[in-house]
């Protein structure tokens, strides 16, 4: 889904270039959409929503038990 920038050395004077300043800006609209929608599901229906994600935290957990 989303997936990781690399961190790139902040310049000299401390400022980001241009298409550094709109690929974080981006970003965050990024997060804020997935965000958004989220939450909307969990509005729409919370006991799905939370079954959904009940279900795999314990398929993550039992994996992380197995070895």
Same mark, same amino acid.
């Given at each position: 889904m989303a997936k990781k920038t690399k961190k790139n050395p902040a310049t000299p004077n401390g400022t980001m270039s241009r298409e550094e300043q709109l690929e974080r800006e981006n970003e965050l /609209?990024? /997060? &804020?959409?997935?965000? /958004? +929608? !989220?939450l909307k599901a969990f509005q729409e229906?919370?006991?799905?929503?939370? &079954? +959904?994600?009940?279900?795999?935290?314990?398929?993550?957990? +039992? !994996? !992380?038990?197995?070895?």
């Open positions: /609209l990024r /997060l &804020e959409v997935a965000y /958004l +929608k !989220k229906n919370p006991n799905a929503y939370l &079954e +959904k994600h009940k279900q795999r935290w314990h398929s993550n957990s +039992k !994996k !992380k038990d197995s070895e």
